[in-house]
């Protein structure tokens, strides 16, 4: 595809950035909504997404183009916040589908999941805590988008304070979120789908506050550096030590003058004859 559309082809930037959406762009997203990918990973997606855009608009080294310059020359959103909108629909295609689907099985065993107690009379809904490194799951990756929501936002889009939500963590809020994808008083799902927008605003949002913090932490770090140069620099000339000055000793200390009294200490010494 380099030769055909990339290199000498008069092609607007539009048509390239379509063909790229219909050809690259689905290997990098195929499944993603059904991995539990860590913040590492999905970022090392986006370095790769940002790396392919700048190929298509033609910028090589030297040349360089940051970060929000990359997106919004080309006029694409980060391939992470696309990957939450890809989550939740897929999660709303389930809610939408039958209950004998193994999906939503597997839902339904997760979420009424019950662990029995020591004693054997209660049960209790925690789960068993493993030792090392947490495990990431599609579930808890659901929690933290959703919770990402402000709560009068969540319980807005969730049916008010009475049928309302304020998290993803049990069957009841399954069941809820079932309700809302299936509700079919709006044309085409609207409740649904405005709830995913909302989600995908806000992670879009968070994605941003945490790229000026980063551009910040940077800027900071450069003018450390900068101001830790100029230190170097503006170090004065070192001084010529002075001569050193013989120190004044009490006059205890100080030789007699004998000049005066030599020829009389000779005169006295001189032997009689």
């Known amino acids: 595809m380099t030769k055909i559309w990339l290199k000498g082809n008069p092609i607007s930037l539009k048509t390239k950035l379509r063909l790229y959406a219909v050809t ?6 195929y499944n993603i909504h059904t991995a539990a990918l860590t ?3 999905v970022e090392r997606l986006n370095v790769a997404h940002r ?29 992470s916040i696309d990957i939450v909108k890809r989550r939740w629909q897929f999660l709303g295609h389930i809610l939408r589908g039958s209950t004998l689907a193994p999906a939503y099985r597997s839902m339904e065993i997760y979420y009424k999941k019950r662990i029995p107690a020591e004693s054997n009379e209660q049960i209790t809904t925690a789960r068993i805590q ?27 889009l969730t049916g008010g304070a ?6 993803v963590t049990e069957w009841k809020d399954i ?14 799902g609207g409740k649904w789908r405005t709830l995913v ?6 992670a879009e949002s ?68």
Not at 56 to 72: D, E, F, K, Q, S
Not at 141 to 156: I, N, P, T, V
Not at 179 to 186: F, G, L, R, S
């Open 130 to 156: 493993y030792i090392g490194k947490p495990f990431r799951s599609i579930p808890q990756m659901l929690q933290e988008e959703f919770k990402g929501l402000s709560l009068a936002k969540r319980l807005e």
């Open 197 to 202: 927008a909302a989600i995908v605003d806000q």
């Open 206 to 273: 968070d994605w941003k506050k945490s790229e000026r913090k980063r551009h910040r932490t940077r800027r900071q770090r450069r003018q450390k550096q900068q101001d830790r140069r100029d230190a170097r620099e503006a170090v004065p000339d070192p001084v010529e030590p002075a001569e050193p000055v013989a120190p004044v000793l009490w006059p205890i200390f100080q030789p007699r003058v004998r000049a005066a009294a030599e020829p009389a200490r000779r005169a006295r010494q001189a032997p009689i004859r």
């Open 162 to 167: 009475l049928r309302g939500i304020t998290s």
């Open 24 to 29: 690259v762009l689905p290997h990098l997203l």
């Open 51 to 79: 790396r392919h855009l700048r190929k298509v608009m033609g910028i090589y080294w030297p040349n360089v183009l940051g970060v929000r310059a990359t997106y919004a020359s080309s006029g694409v959103r980060p391939i």
């Open 175 to 188: 069941q809820r979120l079932r309700e809302i994808a299936n509700d079919v008083t709006e044309q085409h």
């Open 39 to 41: 913040a590492a990973e």
